[in-house]
């Protein structure tokens, strides 16, 4: 079987860093990601939200230089969540990141010169 998704999307707000008993990062990277369709005479628009899930340095990296509007490549493979809250089965898909790549900032009027550009990076870590 192959499962191997790649998106370029915003993130929503700034990433979120937590830590395994064992001492890894694991940090959630919410992005939305916007496609275009025509339907009929009609253009149409669509928003994905979804959340990327990245482990180690890298984790602490995304949290160190990402924050929310930045935009962001991810890619990694695709997983479904479940659980279970107040007696309803709940699901969510979710990205397990082995790469990330930071892309060029959104127009803010800041100059690229004041933006901090973060290591290359890459990392197959997954604790679990």
Same mark, same amino acid.
């Given at each position: 079987?192959?499962?191997? #998704?790649?998106?370029?999307?915003?993130?929503?707000?700034?990433?979120?860093?937590? +830590?395994?008993?064992?001492? $890894?990062?694991?940090? !959630?990277?919410?992005?939305?990601?916007?496609?275009? +369709?025509?339907?009929?005479?009609?253009? @149409?628009?669509? !928003? =994905?939200?979804?959340?990327? #899930? $990245?482990?180690? &340095? %890298?984790?602490?990296?995304? !949290?160190? +230089?990402?924050?929310?509007?930045?935009? $962001? =490549?991810?890619?990694?493979? *695709? @997983?479904?969540?479940?659980?279970? +809250?107040?007696?309803?089965? &709940?699901?969510?898909?979710? #990205?397990?990141?082995?790469?990330?790549?930071? *892309?060029?900032?959104?127009? !803010?009027?800041?100059?690229?010169?004041?933006? %901090?550009?973060?290591?290359?990076?890459?990392?197959?870590?997954?604790?679990?």
């Amino acid at each position: 079987m192959f499962n191997r #998704i790649i998106l370029i999307g915003n993130l929503t707000r700034d990433p979120e860093i937590r +830590y395994t008993p064992s001492g $890894v990062a694991v940090a !959630t990277v919410p992005i939305a990601v916007n496609s275009r +369709y025509k339907q009929g005479n009609e253009m @149409r628009e669509e !928003t =994905l939200f979804i959340d990327a #899930i $990245v482990f180690g &340095k %890298q984790a602490e990296t995304c !949290t160190q +230089y990402l924050n929310k509007g930045r935009m $962001v =490549l991810v890619e990694g493979r *695709l @997983r479904e969540r479940r659980w279970e +809250y107040e007696g309803q089965k &709940k699901s969510k898909f979710e #990205i397990i990141a082995t790469n990330v790549r930071f *892309l060029s900032k959104r127009e !803010t009027g800041e100059s690229a010169d004041s933006e %901090q550009i973060p290591p290359e990076e890459f990392t197959d870590l997954e604790p679990f």
